[in-house]
């Protein structure tokens, strides 16, 4: 129903800066949400920042205040603005949407992120 193409992703130094892209693909759909989650090796994926069709967002504290979300629902593509980023950031970030209320999730396909002198 839907496919999701991620890019934005690299090498970026700590301090510096990177935004992502997610673009949905496909026909018969509505997105109600759309979220970004990162996973770290080792580590567990986690929420980073969601926002709602009415563009309500959520961030995970540990990126508030440096990262933005937000979405062009025309264009069907959510965005992650990424600032000030810590060598901590650094995990493949996936893209995630939901068509529905009870809807499953649709994952695109990962994009690596490295922060690092």
């Known amino acids: 129903q839907v496919q999701l193409v991620e890019s934005g992703g690299g090498l970026v130094q700590p301090g510096g800066s990177l935004t992502l892209s997610c673009a949905a693909s496909?026909?018969?759909?509505?997105?109600?949400?759309m979220a970004w989650y990162r996973q770290a090796p080792g580590k567990q994926r986690e929420s980073v920042a969601t926002?709602?069709?009415?563009?309500?967002?959520n961030y995970a504290n540990s990126v508030k205040g440096r990262f933005t979300i937000s979405r062009d629902n025309a264009k069907n593509t959510v965005y992650l603005q990424m600032n000030s980023l810590k060598p901590e950031d650094t995990a493949v970030y996936y893209c995630?949407?939901?068509?529905?209320?009870?809807?499953?999730?649709?994952w695109g396909q990962g994009t690596q992120v490295t922060v690092s002198s």
């Open positions: 496909g026909s018969g759909f509505t997105i109600y949400t």
């Open positions: 926002i709602t069709r009415g563009g309500s967002t």
């Open positions: 995630n949407v939901r068509l529905g209320l009870l809807a499953p999730d649709h």
